[in-house]
């Protein structure tokens, strides 16, 4: 077209797009659950709009909350339409193509290194997977603020976009019409669109509708001449073939099937979250999980905990441990507005960047949060402010605690030592090992909760277990659990069967200077001074005897920067080792620094 106007993709953008156009991936599938994805937050958004501003829904078909596929086999095109907000032509620019999110890069690198394809929602890129099916796209959209425009490319590094004089006008959202490669010509079959959204799309909360065949039975008169001939031929009857003189004579009437087009609805829009915990299957759940973390692959969360609160505040949670922590977990921990919980107030989508939902170091929980009790027609900020919100925390964390706390508690690994009768063994069977796998994806998070907030989930257990006489809790840090294994700082303690825990994460250094105590026990680090094993009468005697000793050793080592020289029985085998004093860094952290430093 004359009139376009044409535009260069963003570097990082045009390297995604050939990535995925030259891609042998199989799973193409993905593409459309990324497009329905799109046109569901279009409608959260426009809805979102509409509390504080009625006009913005618009009247008549407009105001259909809806999104619609519709297939054109005779020219090989796929479009779904959606009546949501729309972009306007600076939004298409920025949108698609010129501004590169931040998870760009971060996905091409993966996708270099033979990452997965399935993950590209998860990385803010899921619009380009249209490419995996189509070689030219168009994008048809018209936003409250701006004139219909057209955004079309055929991945060849630009695109164009023109102001859109030929489509039927939209009325306000978004049409995105693929041209199918020969290769993807099966999604023009009705059959495997409906799969496809019954698998992938069934949670979306607004209706998807497909433009599809269907079988009708119609009577017609009975004439068996005419229709042995007609009716074989063609499937499609109109009304003028129902001749007049025919109903006449022949009163006799017969079934035929026709077909005939209509917008079938394809989900139910049940949200999970508004029903019975007890109605809900684990299937139902893993599926709204994989929907929610745009993460499809195989693997269900690990725990979730669904529940709602009465009382003053009232409302509806879903909480999803996730089965790995996400690309970005740690990256952006300080990232104020990262949260993976989505806020509704009486099923209408409001945000998905409230922070202060969860505190950080819960940030790897993903869900969903439906309050009755906040308003609906004040701004985000207005309701950032919120009262209720305060309540909603205290009681998602505790919730959220209570779920990693039955982590631990159904794992025969962690509680090997309570008494259990056969059947509940046989049941935590199952669940072995489930606590280790959590430690090791979201350990550091936990960890950095304490530092946060100083409170701690598991040490009740360590507790319950210590020596009668052991008044400490002892732990020991370095670089791994091999190395620790060695230590000459275990050998007393592993003799007389004392529990120590082993440190072997570089946070674990800095959480230790913000743990001194845990429910009036105090924690000490086994390779520094002060450790107490319990009342040994011997050592007094054997202090006095090796003064002479210990004073010569101290003066020898003077220089070196010894403090002291003492008597202990800490050791078995080994004759001495060296201790850090009491407030000083152990010998790990001071590796720590020094390669920090490096
Ligand atoms: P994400 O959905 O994670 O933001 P996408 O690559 O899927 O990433 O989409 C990029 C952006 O394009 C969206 O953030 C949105 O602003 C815009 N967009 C895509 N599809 C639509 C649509 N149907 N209606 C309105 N905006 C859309
Ligand atoms: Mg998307």
């Not at 298409?92 to 999110?101: P, R, S, W």
């Not at 939902?357 to 790897?364: A, E, T």
């Not at 990693?404 to 690994?413: F, N, Q, S, T, V």
């Not at 000459?488 to 250094?509: G, R």
Request: with cysteine.
């Amino acid at each position: 077209r004359n009139s376009a106007e044409k535009f260069e993709f963003q570097a990082e953008v045009s390297r995604l797009m050939d990535i995925i156009i030259n891609s042998l991936y199989s799973n193409k599938d993905i593409f459309l659950r990324e497009l329905i994805s799109n046109a569901s937050d279009a409608l959260d958004k426009i809805r979102f709009l509409t509390l504080t501003d009625k006009e913005a829904l618009g009247e008549g078909d407009t105001a259909k909350l809806e999104i619609q596929i519709k297939l054109d086999k005779e020219n090989k095109i796929l479009s779904i339409r959606d009546r949501g907000v729309g972009m306007t032509k600076e939004d298409l620019i920025k949108n698609l193509g010129t501004i590169a999110k931040s998870g760009t890069s971060a996905f091409v690198e993966k996708m270099q290194t033979g990452g997965d394809l399935n993950l590209i929602g998860q990385f803010g890129v899921g619009f380009y997977s249209v490419y995996l099916v189509a070689d030219y796209v168009e994008v048809v959209s018209k936003h409250n603020d701006d004139k219909q425009y057209v955004w079309e490319s055929k991945a060849d590094g630009s695109f164009a976009i023109s102001e859109d004089t030929w489509n039927e006008p939209l009325g306000r959202g978004t049409e995105i019409k693929l041209h199918l490669r020969d290769e993807a010509k099966e999604y023009l079959e009705e059959g495997k669109l409906k799969d496809l959204v019954k698998k992938y799309s069934e949670f979306i909360n607004f209706p998807i509708y497909l433009w599809a065949t269907k079988e009708v039975d119609v009577e017609v008169p009975a004439d068996e001449e005419e229709s042995s001939e007609e009716e074989e031929s063609t499937t499609e009857r109109t009304e003028e073939e129902e001749t007049e003189d025919d109903e006449e004579k022949k009163p006799k009437t017969k079934t035929v099937k026709e077909t005939t087009t209509e917008w079938e609805l394809l989900n139910d829009m049940k949200a999970v979250w508004l029903r019975s915990p007890k109605e809900v299957t684990e299937e139902e759940y893993a599926k709204f999980y994989h929907s929610l973390a745009k993460d499809f692959g195989d693997d269900k969360p690990m725990t979730w905990s669904h529940f709602s609160a009465e009382g003053d505040v009232e409302f509806k949670a879903l909480l999803f441990v996730p089965p790995k922590a996400p690309h970005d977990l740690y990256e952006s921990y300080y990232n104020a507005n990262k949260s993976n919980l989505k806020l509704y107030v009486r099923r209408v989508f409001i945000s998905d960047e409230f922070d202060d939902l969860l505190p950080k170091y819960l940030s790897f929980l993903m869900g969903i949060v439906d309050s009755d009790t906040l308003p609906l027609n004040v701004s985000r900020e207005m309701l950032q402010q919120h009262s209720s919100l305060k309540t909603i925390k205290k009681k998602l964390i505790r919730k959220a605690l209570d779920m990693i706390r039955k982590l631990a508690e159904e794992d025969p690994d962690e509680y090997s030592n309570k008494e259990k009768t056969d059947d509940e063994k046989s049941a935590m069977e199952e669940k072995k090992g489930q606590y280790a796998k959590f430690w090791n994806e979201f350990g550091k998070s936990v960890k950095l909760g304490i530092i946060e907030d100083g409170k701690l989930v598991s040490l009740d257990e360590y507790i319950s277990r210590m020596k009668s006489g052991q008044k400490d809790i002892f732990y020991l840090t370095g670089s791994s659990k091999e190395q620790l294994e060695k230590s000459p700082f275990l050998e007393q303690l592993t003799k007389k069967n004392y529990e120590v825990i082993y440190f072997t994460d570089p946070v674990d250094e800095y959480l230790m200077q913000y743990l001194m105590d845990y429910e009036d026990k105090k924690f000490q680090n086994v390779s520094k001074e002060g450790l107490k094993l319990g009342k040994d009468s011997k050592l007094k005697d054997l202090k006095e005897s090796f003064k002479e000793l210990t004073d010569w050793w101290k003066k020898a080592l003077d220089t070196e920067g010894i403090d002291s020289v003492k008597i202990s029985n800490r050791l078995h085998n080994t004759p001495c080792v060296v201790v850090t004093s009491k407030y000083g860094w152990s010998s790990n952290m001071e590796k720590i620094m020094q390669a920090q430093t490096l």
